[in-house]
């Protein structure tokens, strides 16, 4: 089983800024693609940004322009750079790994980590 470990998450003020960290085991980091997803209250489980092994990305439309998702090989470490940050962007936000790029759908992936709470006040 593949552990995942989010950290980052806060309390801020609309506008402002939060760098979340996704830590992964080496094999998964390299051959994986990998994801940050988030799930606000009373919502589903939605993607927000992927990037593959070797280092396409895609966004959620709600976040481009806002956040960037980057992987550093060195730490096997899953970053997400969320800039702007908007009261609906309150949410828990987990990453993950799939094999296939773009990852798929949360409900088709396993092996959740805890997550961190992101909450945007204005």
């Known amino acids: 089983q593949v552990r995942l470990v989010e950290s980052g998450g806060g309390v801020v003020q609309t506008g402002e800024s939060l760098r979340l960290s996704c830590t992964a085991p080496?094999?998964?980091?390299?051959?994986?693609?990998m994801g940050w997803f988030r799930q606000a209250p009373g919502k589903e489980r939605e993607v927000v940004a992927g990037?593959?092994?070797?280092?396409?990305?895609y966004y959620a439309d709600s976040v481009k322009g806002r956040f960037a998702i980057s992987r550093d090989i060195v730490n096997n470490t899953v970053y997400l750079q969320m800039d702007s940050l908007k009261v609906e962007d309150t949410a828990v936000y987990y990453c993950?790994?799939?094999?296939?790029?773009?990852?798929?759908?949360?409900?088709?992936?396993?092996?959740w980590g805890q997550g961190t709470q992101v909450t945007v006040s204005s």
């Open positions: 990037i593959a092994s070797s280092g396409g990305v």
């Open positions: 080496p094999r998964t980091f390299i051959n994986y693609a």
């Open positions: 993950n790994a799939d094999v296939f790029y773009p990852l798929r759908r949360p409900k088709d992936l396993h092996n």
